[in-house]
């Protein structure tokens, strides 16, 4: 059986979405999402937001996070050609869900979890401040402050490339990534990140589940990254993401089943202006994770 009732992936202003929470719920609703998941970058700030929007909007809240990790395998220069990739993601991000947890209600585990997330987040500051130092060293100078006031949690490189467009060095956000802040480019700056099996334990202790974010962007095989992502305890693999074409989806899908992982679904909404809408992800409901069956 189908549906497009999930979109498990999506962000707000709490990192790098342009929306706040409440607007973000609205929009799910408006295109038919039911059950909805907000997965700001390396924060859960949003998560008692969301469940209010989600009360209001009748929707069933599910709590993420989109955890950013070092890559657990080296790209392929293969699989890279052959999906139209001239460089693999720095890092790979892993999706953790709580549906078990109500936000709000006090639970020691998820207080846990939560302590163990917050260095990520604090991390990302002097990230974005050696960036900007770059940057100027290059003859672009931006003011990391003002940069790190455009986020109401999380701070990343799509507050950065906005500033860039406002000070008229790049069009587009789009452009500042290809140009100069992408992965690999003259101003980015790695960070320090969690391997995927140290946030994998950290989201178990927690009693939550692991999908690995679009795979596409992460240039590996399906085969290695799915025996990969099985040996290394991840519960399922996004293989429904809107970078996705249908053929792609349906190949991580089958590997997922061959090993017994789950699937998940998600728009990686991040505002209106990325994209004109969220949900509208078929998904076979037999291939989410079973906590996830709410219908």
């Given at each position: 059986?189908w549906?497009?009732?999930?979109d498990?992936?999506?962000?707000s202003?709490h990192?790098?979405g342009?929306h706040e929470?409440?607007?973000?719920?609205?929009?799910m609703?408006q295109?038919?999402?039911?059950?909805w998941?907000l997965?700001?970058?390396?924060i859960?700030?949003?998560?008692?937001?969301a469940?209010?929007a989600a009360?209001?909007?009748?929707l069933?809240?599910v709590?993420?996070?989109e955890?950013?990790?070092?890559?657990?395998?080296?790209?392929?220069?293969?699989?890279?050609?052959?999906?139209?990739r001239?460089?693999?993601s720095?890092?790979?991000?892993?999706?953790?869900?709580?549906p078990k947890?109500r936000?709000g209600?006090?639970?020691p585990?998820i207080?846990?979890?939560k302590?163990?997330l917050?260095?990520?987040?604090?991390?990302?500051?002097?990230?974005?401040?050696a960036?900007c130092?770059?940057?100027g060293?290059?003859g672009?100078?931006?003011d990391?402050?003002?940069?790190?006031?455009?986020?109401?949690?999380?701070?990343?490189?799509?507050?950065?490339a906005q500033?860039m467009?406002?000070?008229?060095?790049v069009?587009?956000k789009?452009?500042a990534f290809?140009?100069w802040?992408?992965?690999g480019?003259?101003?980015?700056?790695?960070?320090?990140?969690p391997t995927?099996a140290e946030?994998?334990?950290?989201?178990?202790?927690?009693?939550?589940?692991?999908s690995?974010?679009h795979?596409?962007?992460?240039?590996?095989?399906?085969?290695?990254?799915?025996?990969?992502?099985?040996?290394?305890?991840?519960?399922?693999?996004?293989?429904?993401?809107?970078?996705h074409t249908?053929?792609?989806?349906h190949?991580l899908?089958e590997?997922a089943?061959q090993?017994g992982?789950?699937?998940?679904?998600g728009?990686?909404?991040h505002g209106?202006?990325?994209?004109?809408?969220?949900?509208?992800?078929?998904?076979?409901i037999?291939r989410?994770?079973?906590?996830l069956k709410?219908?």
């Amino acid at each position: 059986m189908w549906t497009q009732r999930y979109d498990l992936h999506s962000h707000s202003l709490h990192s790098d979405g342009e929306h706040e929470v409440a607007m973000v719920a609205q929009l799910m609703k408006q295109q038919g999402v039911e059950v909805w998941s907000l997965t700001d970058h390396d924060i859960t700030s949003g998560w008692k937001e969301a469940q209010k929007a989600a009360d209001e909007e009748a929707l069933f809240f599910v709590p993420g996070v989109e955890i950013t990790c070092e890559p657990a395998l080296e790209p392929e220069p293969q699989q890279l050609e052959a999906t139209g990739r001239v460089r693999a993601s720095a890092s790979w991000h892993l999706l953790a869900y709580f549906p078990k947890h109500r936000p709000g209600d006090h639970q020691p585990e998820i207080d846990s979890f939560k302590a163990w997330l917050l260095p990520r987040q604090d991390g990302r500051q002097p990230r974005m401040q050696a960036m900007c130092k770059k940057l100027g060293e290059l003859g672009l100078p931006v003011d990391a402050e003002d940069v790190i006031q455009r986020a109401n949690g999380s701070v990343g490189r799509p507050h950065l490339a906005q500033a860039m467009v406002d000070l008229g060095y790049v069009a587009s956000k789009q452009e500042a990534f290809e140009t100069w802040i992408g992965d690999g480019l003259p101003a980015f700056v790695p960070h320090q990140k969690p391997t995927i099996a140290e946030a994998v334990e950290a989201v178990k202790a927690a009693g939550g589940i692991t999908s690995l974010a679009h795979p596409l962007y992460y240039g590996v095989s399906t085969p290695s990254l799915l025996r990969a992502l099985h040996a290394l305890g991840v519960d399922g693999v996004e293989a429904v993401h809107r970078s996705h074409t249908d053929a792609y989806r349906h190949e991580l899908t089958e590997a997922a089943k061959q090993l017994g992982m789950s699937v998940s679904v998600g728009s990686d909404f991040h505002g209106l202006s990325y994209q004109s809408r969220p949900g509208n992800m078929p998904q076979q409901i037999e291939r989410l994770h079973s906590l996830l069956k709410v219908f």
